[in-house]
RNA sequence: GGGGAGGUCGCAUAGUGGCCUAGUGCGCGGCACUGGAAAUGCCGUAGGGGGGCAACCUCCUCGUGGGUUCAAAUCCCACCCUCCCCGCCA
């Protein structure tokens, strides 16, 4: 959520910023409208209250029977009025609440113009793509034969889009979340276990609602929903509160499986495990200090590619453009990995700096000086890593010519010295 | 799931329709006293919204949301949460 002062008071900044990722400066002047409209309602209503409650206490103290009835007749009215008011700034307030939450982020002025995500530019990569004396072979034929990956019997047990691991797939997998878990620990971020399903003012906080509703996963009978990430539960841990300023930046890392609906993405990548309804992901999350948040932006990033490095897999990091820039964030780098099978760059990892966009709706908040007003924190996310791509990139880039997999060097301790899968 | 108790300022508690502009103690901050400290005394100690150049004025919040009333921490309704007992059960 962006703070209705700046629009207030930088309006056609706002619009020109907003404008750069496609926004309609329209947008910008509902929220405006209603705005104006609460707050002359409100001048209204409170001068009535004021005028009432001063006027209720004289009727306490009043001896005089005859006045006192008149002064009550009299308040009878004004309360009417007041009620009336009430509803009007209840709805108009909504409304405001409404078009302001469809409001995306501002693009950090260092983000680079563009429409789509062909535009985004990448401005970092590591590690030479492996030279194969064979033809390398995509992950799901590789996961097939090894007997690791059972795509069959997941849309049996939950329909398309679902898969089974087994064996030393699914130990593998388990192994990766253990050892990032382990390495974000040493980078500094303490590990939190979250519940997995969520009320729903949590799916708020964060930013998925209302915009993602079609791709959540929800409980009707409890109203709970499923979380599509870490970053939602993890968001609210600190929502409703002051952080001690002493106390940031608070780093965090959390692993949650994620579920999401993918209604959007219909169609796209159905082949292999790739993009599923259900998958596990290791996110690091931050809340910072704002005058912090971007030099924390590029450590995330740092983090994130030092978990691509470790395991010895080709990578490159692009800045995205305004056009492919997610709704909570104002600059995001996304993280690929190479996957020499499918011949495909896989995003493993995305960083953003939402600045105080979720923290506003969370109301998260620090005192930067004792005695001083509470403002709202920064926070950041960036996956370390997505599961099912980070498999896939291990499975084709570390396959071997009689189709077995070797097991990258930092992960062998996590399979109980297994060094070869096949 | 059933029964009971309870949710008030950072913590502990008082408050059963107008004297609550929510008191008191503790904690915390400042000042005074002191060679310095302890003790003591004084002052201050929530968040948000609206108005105003400002001083300041004003509205809302006593778990949450409704309702009754001129007036609600206080009365009524619903819900949430915590604790205790019983039942069931990974």
Known sequence: MLDIRLLREQTDDVKAQLGRAGVEPAAVDAVLAYDEQRRTLLKEVEALKATRNAV????????????RDTKIAEMRGVGDRIAELDRQVAQVEEQQRMAILELRNLPH???PDGPDEDHNVVIAQEGQPRAFDFTPKPHWELGEQLGIID???GVKISGSRFYVLKGLGAKLQRAVIQWLLDLHGRQGYTEVYTPFVVKEETVWASGQLPK???????????DLWLVPTAEVPVTSLHRDEIIDAAQLPLHYCAYTPCFRREKMSAGRDVRGIK???QFDKVEMYKFVHPDTSYAELEKLRADAEE????????FRTKA???GDLGFAATKTYDVEMWAPGQSEWLEVSSCSNVEAFQARRANARFRPEPGARPEFV???????????????AIMENYQQANGSIAVPEVLRPYMGGIDVIG
């Open 56 to 67: 209720s206490k004289e009727i306490g103290k009043m001896k005089d029977a005859a006045a």
């Open 109 to 111: 002025p260092s983000v």
């Open 151 to 153: 795509f069959e019997r």
């Open 212 to 222: 993602f509703r079609d791709n959540l996963y929800r409980d009707v009978e409890d």
């Open 275 to 277: 993009r599923g309804h």
């Open 307 to 314: 978990c691509c490095r470790l395991l010895g897999i080709p």
């Open 320 to 322: 995205l453009c305004t």
């Open 378 to 392: 920064h926070t950041l996310n960036g996956s370390g890593l997505g599961m099912p791509r980070t498999i896939i």
